[in-house]
């Protein structure tokens, strides 16, 4: 009998514990990444990204460990592989089952935060990128590309009042 069989649920529950904590992680660290942003401070972005990338390589080694017990549980018990924690908890024993449930919707509801949070930094990012598109628009406007196609510098057409306040 192979250990997912035996007495593997608590090992499965603390695999789930272990991502949502990992997931808590990248919620506070992209929460940090957006006061990064608005800060316009690059290091600490960098450095929060570069953190973001090793608790994804976790996540992702974790996710992975849980897909083998569910895939050595389901074959055990004549499962199809795509069974889910919520099929799966029906039929465990009760004590097990609501275990389970509890450490399953925590991660749902972690998952979910952080989706939101991406999406937060997302629109964050897409309007920091239109205020620079439009800067770059409106200094195109005052004259040519600044510099004659032999260094010099090219006499400005005209003048105009740029207002960046927002």
């Given amino acids: 009998m192979t250990t997912a069989t035996v007495s593997g649920v608590p090992q499965l529950v603390a695999l789930l514990e272990a991502e949502t904590a990992l997931y808590g992680e990248l919620l506070q660290l992209g929460e940090q990444e957006r006061s990064a942003v608005v800060a316009d401070d690059p290091r600490w972005l960098n450095a929060l990204v570069a953190d973001k990338e090793r608790v994804l390589v976790e996540v992702a080694r974790v996710e992975a460990a849980r897909q083998d017990w569910m895939a050595v ?7 199809p592989g795509e069974t889910s924690l919520a099929d799966l908890a029906r039929r465990l024993p009760a004590a097990d089952a609501a275990r389970l449930n509890v450490v399953r919707k925590d991660l749902l509801e972690r998952v979910r935060d952080v989706a939101e949070m991406n999406h937060r930094n997302h629109e964050l990012l897409r309007s920091a990128l239109r205020i620079v598109n439009r800067s770059i628009e409106a200094f195109s406007r005052i004259g040519g ?3 004659k196609p032999n260094g010099e510098r090219a006499p400005a057409s005209r003048t105009m009042v740029l207002d960046r306040r927002a």
């Fill in 73 to 79: 549980w389901t074959a055990a018990h004549g499962l």
């Fill in 145 to 147: 590309a600044g510099y």
